[in-house]
Nanobody
Framework: VQLQASGGGLAQVGGSLRLSCAASGRTFSNNDMGWFRQAPGKEREFVASINWNGGRPTYADSVKARFTISRDYGGSTIFLQMNSLQPEDTAIYSC???????????WGQGTQVTVSS
């Protein structure tokens, strides 16, 4: 069972990137899924989450109105559209799936996002 994030890279301030997180080994269509990030020297922080049915997107205050989380029709791939990127968005972004016990139980390898000014 694996989640794999992709789509990171280098962006300019004000630019955009779109991250994807694909599942393999099983489907997560019945799980809430989310994005987290960890900047150098900082703890991992919540970025955004989405319900199993694509509803109730939730965002950290720091990314509201700039980032959009979505998931595909089959439900096992999620996306994070990141607009108006800022240097403070530089981090490793990881995706996760939430278990029925409300624990972020399955994690994928991250993808590096670097925003340069």
């Amino acid at each position: 069972v694996q989640l794999q994030a992709s789509g990171g890279g280098l962006a300019q301030v004000g630019g955009s990137l779109r991250l994807s997180c694909a599942a393999s080994g099983r489907t997560f269509s019945n799980n809430d899924m989310g994005w987290f990030r960890q900047a150098p020297g900082k703890e991992r922080e919540f970025v955004a989450s989405i319900n199993w049915n694509g509803g109730r997107p939730t965002y950290a205050d720091s990314v509201k109105a700039r980032f959009t989380i979505s998931r595909d029709y089959g439900g096992s791939t999620i996306f994070l559209q990141m607009n108006s990127l800022q240097p403070e968005d530089t981090a490793i972004y990881s995706c996760a799936a939430r278990s029925p016990g409300n624990i972020w139980a399955t994690w994928g390898q991250g993808t590096q996002v670097t925003v340069s000014s």
